[in-house]
């Protein structure tokens, strides 16, 4: 009985140790079916994700660098547009020169003074302006009611706007009206020509009070080089006139008081200025 019980340990233990060397044979293969990443695996994965990367790159920088050109304008209409997009888009625009001159002031009062004073100090304190520090970009937005007549060139790289105004009447030119830039307020035009009067009369003159006048803003253009490909501005240069006639009331002292009805002044003055990128 007692062999025979010992005999029945013996077995239950052979069987208990069988079957832990069969658990540990299945765990086994199975760590051995799980492959740990090799340096060899890391460098591929690298070199793939370096090559995406690359093509993602060369395909960014092909799109960016791709070159479409801009359709060249044809109609008014679109030489416009074309214009105020790349007012609005062009980068580091500026105006880098502004020059207003008074080409002509024909002052006359009367029977005692008449005469061309467009060179003289006092008027010329008022009107000229030779401004060649870079300022702001401040050309204005057109549209077709400005305009008078508009074409296009392309020669190699560059398309030109040619871009011509109406004729813009008013008392009192703001910057922009009628797409002109620089003209005469109406206060300056006021101080002209009270200046115009002193420069004939002298100390003999005590006041002008003007009564009429009437102005316009004339042979208006603008002259617009673009890069054909970005559509950005290089240069513009812009032409203006500015037309002004009135007439006042002088009055004055010699040995008398005395008032002089209805003198005349007709002026013109020179707008241009010059915007580049």
Do not use: W
Request: charged share 25%.
């Amino acid at each position: 009985m007692y062999f025979r019980k010992k005999a029945s340990i013996l077995f239950l233990v052979l069987i208990f140790i069988f079957t832990l060397a069969s658990c540990k044979k299945d765990s086994t293969v199975d760590a051995a079916s799980t492959v740990s990443p090799t340096i060899s695996d890391y460098a591929e994965t690298s070199a793939f994700q370096e090559k995406t990367t690359e093509n993602r790159t060369t395909k960014a920088q092909t799109t960016e660098n791709s070159s479409v050109e801009i359709t060249v304008p044809q109609s008014t209409d679109e030489i416009i547009a074309l214009y105020n997009k790349a007012v609005a888009e062009t980068p580091s625009l500026k105006r880098t020169a502004f020059t207003r001159k008074l080409q002509t002031c024909m002052i006359e009062i009367g029977s005692y003074f008449k005469g061309d004073i467009s060179k003289d100090p006092l008027t010329a304190e008022i009107v000229e302006v030779n401004d060649k520090t870079p300022r702001s970009n401040d050309l204005p937005k057109l549209n077709s009611s400005m305009v008078s007549k508009a074409g296009s060139d392309v020669s190699g790289d560059t398309l030109t706007l040619n871009i011509q105004l109406k004729q813009f009447f008013t008392t009192d030119p703001k910057h922009g009206d009628g797409g002109y830039m620089g003209a005469l307020s109406d206060k300056q035009i006021r101080e002209l020509v009270f200046a115009s009067a002193k420069s004939l009369g002298g100390d003999i003159i005590q006041s002008v009070d003007i009564i009429t006048t009437e102005g316009k803003l004339v042979n208006g253009s603008f002259t617009v080089k673009l890069n054909k490909t970005t559509g950005h501005i290089q240069s513009v240069q812009f032409h203006g006139e500015q037309e002004e006639s009135g007439t006042a009331d002088v009055k004055g002292k010699l040995v008398i008081n005395l008032t002089v009805r209805g003198a005349k002044a007709d002026m013109k003055v020179i707008m241009d200025a010059h915007y580049a990128a």
